[in-house]
């Protein structure tokens, strides 16, 4: 019998029959400088407004402390730090205010380092991630998603018998199917949250083929509790695939869904130019409507219809409908701003 757990980051819960949270990584250092500090918390607002629950950093230097002290502080989501081989930074970004921190107890070194992160996490109500790479583990006689599972639940035992229960699993590997088996065994034996993604996965269209062929398959089955499409691109593009999984999963409401034609010959507006202009801030309403964006009048009138705002072109014209309706007709200059009255005016 399978007993659940519920981990605490910040102020988020995850675990059985909780929301899913998706999850990124910041791509650059940690800034020291004041106005760097204060853009970043901006781009962590805007992060949180398209859908990101938690924010992980790399946490390499305990030169970082005074600025990522400042950031758990002020962040509008919980973040995480990233810890490898040095435990004294674990306990040091403890010391900043993370709400969680992650590590791979195997390449900490001795076992009373890793005891001594885990007893101040238990102190400071922080929530540990034990993260294994398929890459970080050595070879042995089991089949690596049984290496990967049997380490994760080794380590658990270990932190249970330190009174620890707050943590999360990740179990992460390049190859999609190793990725599946090892989290699907892990949650036949076990009820602690699991953190997923496919790692190392490659530019947009890899990884978000093979993050949703791997971690849509997990969700379907109830497995995983926080995600992260890894992309080698831009932290805000690993967001929006995040949400739009499970989205479409029907794991995640409101919000708006973009429908869109892919554009041909008979396009007489630029709707891919036009859909890039306006999709980040689109996906940063949560207002639950559907936006279709239509180069010409072979399918745009008729989309249109079903969409709550549409916006159409035709001929030299870009018709703008609310609700199925046409309601004006704008010049391209003014379309952008068009739409995104509407969507303010919608309830
Ligand atoms: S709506 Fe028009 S431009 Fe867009 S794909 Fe269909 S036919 Fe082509």
Known sequence: ???????????????KDL??????MYDSAIPHDKAELQELLRRIGA????????????????????????????????LVADIHFDYTLALDAIACGAHK?????????????VDEVVRSALDNNVAIRIGLNSGSLPKGEESMPHLMSNSALEYLGWFESLGFYNSVVSLKASATETTYEANRLFASQSGYPLHLGVTEAGSVVSSVTRSTWALGRLLALGIGNTLRISITGDIETEVQAGVELLRT?????GGIRIV????????????????????KELLSVQKP??????????NGPGEAKHADI???GIGKDIFLYEKGELVRKVKLEEAREAVLEAVRNAE
Not at 260 to 277: A, K, M, N, V, W
Not at 289 to 298: D, P, R
Request: with cysteine.
């Open 1 to 15: 019998m399978i007993e659940y757990h519920t981990s605490t980051i910040g102020d988020r819960k995850i675990g």
């Open 19 to 24: 929301p899913v949270l998706v999850q990124t």
């Open 260 to 279: 869109s034609c892919p554009r041909c010959g008979r396009h007489s507006f630029d709707s891919q130019g036009f859909l890039q202009s306006i999709e």
């Open 289 to 298: 409507l559907t936006v279709a964006i239509m180069g010409c009048q072979v």
């Open 249 to 253: 999963l029907g794991l995640r409401k």
């Open 47 to 78: 992060l949180n407004a398209m859908g990101c629950d938690i924010l992980r950093f790399s946490y390499p230097s305990l030169e970082d402390h005074e600025s990522f002290s400042w950031l758990c502080k002020h962040s509008p989501i919980p």
């Open 101 to 113: 921190v992650r590590i791979n107890p195997g390449n900490i070194g001795a076992r009373w380092k």
């Open 310 to 312: 549409a916006i159409t």
